[in-house]
């Protein structure tokens, strides 16, 4: 669909549902508000290229804002289709291999083949049709996750949800679980924090740093740090960050989540 107010500019709609919103002037402007916060997440990975793996591809728009931040990242976008895949290629002027390399796959499977601690970033922004494929919600895929991820890797999940965020207190209840308390944090307009209304919330996990599982668990300095606070607040629409160690708070994220169930796969019949 056309912007109207761009003559380079489009929604790309999958299904009838907005997937992507594809700039072709500048690039980093990804035009959907979770995209934006997980941008602004990515800016506190330290500098360079980086390794991306993206589940759930559409119109690639956050794989473009990345390549044009981080020029000499090696990018992988996955998605289930092929013919969506060839026609957003076409389409739009998206980075080549091995810039960024389209696969079409399910998501699950595609993490299951990639080598361990391979990857900086993975980012999970799949839905079918408006809702994450539960298979990519469960503890067992966030363990794949965290196993190609290297050392101090960022995973960055878009989570749907409307009240009472039933499914965002158990994606967060299961990140945590494999991630650590510590390591896990929750950002979303503040109305869609306080279950108000159906939106987009950006769950955040860190692998651990290496030799961490022979120490205390502790956190990122960075996820809970002001600066990032103040980077997420300058938004276009402000949001706010839920994390296990907020100051004069405490654990905001253990009491969003609390009583929430860890997401598991289905038991596979004896």
Do not use: K
Not at 130 to 145: G, I, N, Q, S
Not at 213 to 229: H, I, M, N, V
């Amino acid at each position: 669909m056309p912007d109207p107010d761009s003559a380079v500019a489009w929604t790309v709609e999958v299904n009838g549902v907005p997937s992507s919103y594809v700039d072709l002037a500048d690039a980093t402007h990804v035009g959907f508000e979770y995209l934006e916060i997980m941008l602004a997440v990515l800016e506190s990975v330290p500098a360079g290229p980086l390794r991306v793996l993206h589940l759930g591809a559409a119109g690639c728009s956050l794989a473009r804002a990345i390549d044009a931040l981080r020029p000499g990242s090696r990018q992988v976008a996955v998605d289930p289709d092929p013919t969506l895949m060839a026609l957003v290629r076409g389409w739009f002027d998206l980075p080549r291999s091995p810039a960024l390399r389209l696969r079409a796959g399910d998501g699950r499977e595609v993490l299951a083949s990639q080598r361990d601690a391979s990857t900086d970033v993975v980012v999970r922004d799949a839905f079918a049709p408006d809702v994450t494929p539960e298979h990519l919600t469960t503890a067992e895929f966030d363990a794949e996750v965290r196993r190609v991820l290297r050392p101090g890797g960022l995973y960055l999940a878009n989570v749907a949800d409307r009240p009472p965020l039933a499914l965002a207190r158990s994606e967060v209840a299961t990140a945590r679980e494999v991630f650590g308390e510590q390591r896990v944090a929750l950002v979303a307009e503040p109305s869609v924090l306080r279950g108000r209304r159906y939106g987009n919330l950006v769950l955040v996990a860190l692998a651990p740093d290496e030799g961490e599982d022979q120490r205390p668990p502790s956190g990122p300095d960075w996820l809970t740090s002001q600066a990032l606070e103040r980077r997420l607040r300058s938004l276009a629409t402000p949001v706010r960050i839920l994390s296990a160690d907020v100051p004069g708070t405490g654990d905001e994220l253990g009491r969003f989540e609390a009583g929430a169930a860890v997401r598991r796969d289905p038991a596979t019949p004896a």
